[in-house]
């Protein structure tokens, strides 16, 4: 009997099924993200009885900019409904809200690499890697159902470094043959951004189709009309970026986080996994 395997809507938050928990289990600091500082495990003050927020369509304006770029993939309503079999933290023991909190941030961490599997078995270039990607898939979804107790001892940094090695890989088949002209002299290492110190970098009409951007600093560049097709951005930091007509589409390992903390506009072109923040509508 194959594995239970996440459906891609499991992936996404669904705040009707969860406790509230990325408002009570995470701490914040007063700052331009959150009006307040919150430590973990206490509720937020704006956190309401049936475990909605009571300022939900008012957060950027009462301060609260964190609480729209944050996405938990899906891990919320893993913890409360599966880890816990919805048993709710304000129910139930101290102890038993404790270790919920406890383990709410590795099953995120576990739903994120769930993200990045199911999207790379997306990528026909990938197919080589299929196999390894699928069989890591249903090892991260088994591991999502451990027990409490199995989850607070779980060494979760090795296991995304086993699944990153594949995530590379998979980069690396699915940006071949990708890109123009325009990276001619020095391609390789201009096709390799990794990590790279970008911040505030005026990259407006940039040609960077096919490039490696992952874990990149970003903060505040200028992207404006940029081509990123079939870019890779895992863990690149797009805070503030503006991506006011770019184009992302096919780019890969883009998480909404990512999308809801950067700047866009009704004509930027995001790959089918994001969908378009509300803010950036709004905002032009
Ligand atoms: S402001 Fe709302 S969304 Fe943000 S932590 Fe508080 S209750 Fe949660």
Redesign the pocket.
């Given at each position: 009997m194959p594995d239970q395997i996440a459906d891609p809507s499991d992936l996404r938050a669904d705040c009707t099924r969860c406790f509230?928990l990325?408002?009570v289990a995470l701490p914040?600091a007063r700052s331009a993200d959150f009006a307040l500082d919150?430590p973990a495990g206490k509720p937020?003050?704006?956190?309401q009885g049936d475990h909605r927020?009571?300022?939900?369509a008012d957060?950027r304006q009462?301060g609260?900019t964190?609480?729209t770029v944050y996405d938990c993939f899906g891990a919320g309503q893993k913890v409360s409904q599966v880890t816990f079999d919805g048993q709710d933290w304000r129910t139930g023991s101290t102890e038993d809200a404790r270790r919920m909190f406890d383990v709410f941030p590795v099953v995120r961490q576990l739903h994120e690499l769930l993200w990045y599997l199911t999207e790379a078995l997306g990528l026909p270039a990938a197919r080589p890697v299929h196999p390894e990607l699928r069989r890591a898939l249903e090892k991260t979804e088994r591991l999502t159902r451990l027990t409490a107790e199995e989850l607070a001892a779980l060494d979760v940094a090795a296991h995304r470094q086993e699944v990153n090695v594949l995530l590379l890989r998979t980069s690396e088949l699915a940006r071949a043959g990708v890109g123009g002209k325009g990276q001619g002299k020095g391609k390789g290492r201009r096709r390799d951004r990794r990590g790279a110190d970008l911040m505030g970098a005026r990259l407006r009409g940039a040609d960077l189709r096919g490039v490696s951007l992952r874990g990149a600093y970003l903060i505040a560049a200028d992207l404006t009309g940029a081509d990123l097709r079939g870019a890779d951005l895992i863990g690149a930091d797009l805070r503030d970026a503006d991506l006011t007509d770019a184009d992302l589409t096919g780019a890969f390992f883009l998480t909404q986080p990512q999308v809801n903390a950067a700047r866009g506009s009704t004509g930027t072109r995001l790959p089918a996994s994001v969908s378009r923040p509300v803010h950036w509508t709004a905002a032009r």
């Amino acid at each position: 009997m194959p594995d239970q395997i996440a459906d891609p809507s499991d992936l996404r938050a669904d705040c009707t099924r969860c406790f509230g928990l990325c408002c009570v289990a995470l701490p914040f600091a007063r700052s331009a993200d959150f009006a307040l500082d919150k430590p973990a495990g206490k509720p937020c003050p704006n956190l309401q009885g049936d475990h909605r927020c009571g300022i939900h369509a008012d957060l950027r304006q009462k301060g609260f900019t964190g609480c729209t770029v944050y996405d938990c993939f899906g891990a919320g309503q893993k913890v409360s409904q599966v880890t816990f079999d919805g048993q709710d933290w304000r129910t139930g023991s101290t102890e038993d809200a404790r270790r919920m909190f406890d383990v709410f941030p590795v099953v995120r961490q576990l739903h994120e690499l769930l993200w990045y599997l199911t999207e790379a078995l997306g990528l026909p270039a990938a197919r080589p890697v299929h196999p390894e990607l699928r069989r890591a898939l249903e090892k991260t979804e088994r591991l999502t159902r451990l027990t409490a107790e199995e989850l607070a001892a779980l060494d979760v940094a090795a296991h995304r470094q086993e699944v990153n090695v594949l995530l590379l890989r998979t980069s690396e088949l699915a940006r071949a043959g990708v890109g123009g002209k325009g990276q001619g002299k020095g391609k390789g290492r201009r096709r390799d951004r990794r990590g790279a110190d970008l911040m505030g970098a005026r990259l407006r009409g940039a040609d960077l189709r096919g490039v490696s951007l992952r874990g990149a600093y970003l903060i505040a560049a200028d992207l404006t009309g940029a081509d990123l097709r079939g870019a890779d951005l895992i863990g690149a930091d797009l805070r503030d970026a503006d991506l006011t007509d770019a184009d992302l589409t096919g780019a890969f390992f883009l998480t909404q986080p990512q999308v809801n903390a950067a700047r866009g506009s009704t004509g930027t072109r995001l790959p089918a996994s994001v969908s378009r923040p509300v803010h950036w509508t709004a905002a032009r």
